[in-house]
């Protein structure tokens, strides 16, 4: 072969490379697959922004998917195009080598390149089947180790700041209105032909209500309006569910869901909260700086949890080292119950789980609950409790407490619902008095 | 004092009262205490231990309190106040028993008897709430102060418990060397002392000294009774080192001691029956613990010394019989147990050696050749001769001999009558099936067989008439009945109905554990949420 053979060759490569970018097909399929992940990308943030959870959940799902299919269409292309660049230089008793690397010393040493389907390393059997199969495989990998990137190692540092404030860590009062509501009297002609039984002419009906009075701010510390000692005035309290591979992590999230019980957990304690639910990974929680870390997360689902070793080591961190809390909630089912208990077992395995008592202080703080109210019964009757020093680092709820702060509250008698929606203001508030005290200590400390 | 009427009713209390797991005992008040009592305090607590006893502890609470108040007194307050914070302790209200109960015992009764128990209950209720510190604490202070009493002893066990949780090991051993040598054993404390030296022998012989695990089972056994121990408890630890590589030396060091061990005390073959027996269960023991090794030659060697010294004796056979399964060796085992002298359990032994090898040819012959030995009660073998057709899945042979069953034996009809039933289930015969099961009487059993049936036939209507039948009748398996039903209509494709069903399980049983599937299944299958479910657990 002669120098300027060779030329010739690069000369040949690079005009098809072109006129291949050139052809009206393909540039087409390129603009389409770079407009998909634009458009992916803004219904992400649209739906972020008016706040459509589970829409920005299929968004993200849906967008994954196609652009894994969309890259592996471009992989069979490129593919195919490269071998038959190779199988006609083949033919024209060329050399192997692509037009744009350097010449090797003996030409007739097998090529490397990926493309080319001799190449030594596809061996001599079935070259294009193994070239096809060590390409997906690749690809594949290549896929799900840059989702892994993006998605697991989060992003830059963000900061949870409750709300300024202070207030007592105490029951609120309960107080009882009496309302008389006296019935109907009815006048009857004695010498009516019909017969009527009389009622009791003066039978009153004692009804009784009980009425929340807010006597004093619900919060912990000194300082102005209901909050706790070491919030920001910027700051507010936040629901944010933890999300975890291998379940529905998002059941009953967002609008109509759990965003009630943010909402009714600032008319009940008269605290700034904020408008929407939010959603972090577990390796995002390594986000959040000490002190500035969120004083609660939710867990709920109803399949099982997969986690890494990575992960349990950040949700210890998390508890222990952030002082932080896990709000547990089974969703539906006594497998996960067993899987919640489980990823505990992990996650502080010299911490064994016990009954939560009906007088304990999350149990009477803000509100008194006589009783455990749940859904259905998927994971006991008993909520269980993970301490750490006599604080509760995890509180896990048996019966799906997140279906009864639904719209439609699961169908589930009023007095039931209500108790679920105190039960929830107990758990954050005491996620975040007992922060708010940690708070003070490290001040005081420094 | 009238003893004749106060007797029993102390009886009563001590035998009925409900204390809690491993406190017996401690919650009870003695005889002469209860004796102090007058008339009508006796009869007020009478009440309160009555509803104590029923488990309705909200009024038995009520009960107790209003002892306090009206006899404040009382020899019987102090024990009242008690019982009053175990009613708390089983309301759900640790916090309240702790602080307004146990304490208030200990703090204005501290010579009663029952301050003692109190500050053993305040342990354990912090315990049970995951404070840890403080049950700790709480724990100490029963041993520090009344080191002799039985509360001492629970305390104890607690802190055992409490270590396991914190991995201490160093401390949970000296809490076993403590019930093991320390304690006195009590009628009430013996079985938890017996039980802490059998867990200090295990860990002496897998981490510690031989030594020391053979003074923790003398501490318990009589010499006689220590190989059969030293087996039990060294084998197992042997048979833990032995999984793993690393520790695979120590664990055939351990075997070795312990064979040694017993070679050494084993007593002289005296004349009577009771001398060879006791000798030869020694030479089990030590057999037994050197098949763990998994050395074959020197279990065998073992067994050549008992066979010499002992003769072949069934029990000896059947032994050496069953080791050869468990080496794999089939053959040689079957070889043993045709030598028994009782023909009939030897031909047993083989026709089980053939079941577990999966042969069931060969195992039905060997059970055939006991129903001609056997005149007697050839039944057994009979029903083994069904059950291993049973096993094999040849559903018309088992069928055919359970039939023959019924006319032979006519005193169990009813039990072969459901093995007929169950073999057409198994073989996919429904109809015949239901016909069998209709004539057992062991209802909801057999309703729920046959609906089951119905359901394989796809007689829906059927189905759920029967399920509706166990739903009036058994009110136990009704939740579980109507949850079937649910599913019942699905399968027919009544969608709506199975809905309602469902909603139904979810409102009528809320609290069982079938709403809870009943729920999931409603979202989950359906999207619905409104599944008309919630409780309160009070």
Known sequence: ?446 | MNVAKVLPAALAISLFAAAPAGADRLDELSLDRWAKLREVERYQLNIAEKYYREKNYKVAAAEYEKFLTLYETSEGAAYSQLKWSLCQVQLKKHNTAIKEGFQSVVDYWPDAPEAVAATYFIGQAYKDIGEIRKAKKAYQLVLEDYPKHLAAVYATVDLIDLTTISRDEKARVQLWKRLTFETTRSKEAKNICVQASQQLATWSFEFGSFEDGINALESTYAEEQMPEQIRAYAGSAAGRLLKDDKTQKRGLQVIDTGVTWIRTHLPEIGTTDQEKQLARSQYYAMVDLQAVSGREQKVREIYDDILKKFGASDETLLRLGNWYKTTDRWDAARQQFQKFEDRLEGQNQVAQSYRQQQNYQAAVAAYQKNVAADTENPTQWTAQIAGTWVDAKKYPEAIAVYTELLKSDPENTEKWMWQIATCHRYAGKYREAIGFYRQCNNFPTNYQEMASCHRALKEYNEAVILYNQIVGGAPKSAPWAMLQIGYTYEKAGKKESAIRTFQQVCRNYPKDRYASQAHTHLQNQYKITVTLGGAADK
Request: net charge positive; hydrophobic share 40%.
């Open chain 1, 1 to 446: 072969m002669t120098e300027i053979a060779h030329n010739q060759t690069v000369s040949d490569g690079r005009q098809e490379v072109r006129a291949q970018l050139r052809r009206p097909g393909v540039r087409l399929c390129l603009s389409l697959s770079v407009g998909f992940l634009v458009v992916w990308q803004v219904c992400q943030f649209l739906f972020g922004w008016v706040d459509w959870p589970v829409m920005r959940t299929w968004a993200a799902r849906l967008g994954t998917s196609g652009a894994f299919i969309i890259g592996l269409l471009w992989v069979i292309w490129v593919l195919e195009k490269g071998a038959h660049f190779f199988q006609r230089r083949w033919v024209a008793g060329l050399p192997d080598r692509p037009v744009w690397r350097p010449k090797p010393k003996n030409e007739a040493i097998p090529g490397s390149h990926p493309l080319d389907p001799r190449a030594w390393y596809y061996g001599r059997k079935n070259q294009r089947l193994n070239q096809s199969v060590a390409m997906l495989s690749t690809y594949t990998a290549t896929f799900f180790l840059l989702f892994l990137l993006l998605t697991r190692i989060g992003g830059c540092s963000e900061a949870y700041e409750m709300p300024a404030g202070g207030g007592q860590q105490m029951t609120i009062a309960q107080t009882v209105r009496v309302q008389k509501i006296i019935r109907k009297k009815f006048i009857v002609s004695s010498f009516s032909p019909i017969s009527f039984k009389v009622p009791p002419i003066d039978e009153v009906k004692l009804q009784l209500m009980e009425i929340t009075e807010h006597a004093y701010k619900v919060g912990y510390g000194e300082g102005k309006g209901a909050g706790f000692a070491g919030g920001t005035n910027s700051g507010m309290v936040r629901f944010i569910r933890l999300e975890y591979a291998g379940g529905d992590w998002d059941q009953d999230f967002g609008i109509g869901a759990d965003v009630n019980m943010l909402i009714e957990y600032g008319v009940r304690t008269q605290q700034k909260v904020a408008k929407r639910t939010e959603s972090r990974t577990i390796a995002q929680l390594k986000n959040f700086p000490i002190e500035k870390s969120p004083p609660m997360v939710y867990l709920t689902g109803q399949k099982s949890i997969s986690l890494s070793d990575n992960e349990v080591r950040i949700l210890r961190e998390y508890l222990l080292d952030k002082h932080g809390m896990i709000f547990g909630d089974n969703g539906g089912s006594a497998g996960f119950h067993n899987q919640f208990v489980g990823m505990m077992r992990r996650v502080l395995p010299n911490v064994r789980p016990s009954r939560v008592p009906l007088d304990d202080q999350i149990h009477r703080v803000p509100f008194q609950i006589p009783f455990l109210p749940y859904v259905a019964p998927h994971g006991g009757k008993d909520a269980l409790g993970w301490r750490v020093d006599g604080r509760l680092v995890c509180y896990y709820h048996p019966g799906d407490i997140g279906d009864a702060w639904t719209d439609d509250h699961s169908g589930v008698a009023p007095e039931i619902y209500e108790a679920c929606y105190q039960l929830g203001t107990n758990v954050i508030f005491y996620a975040h008095a007992e922060y708010s005290k940690w708070l003070e200590s490290r001040q005081k400390r420094k």
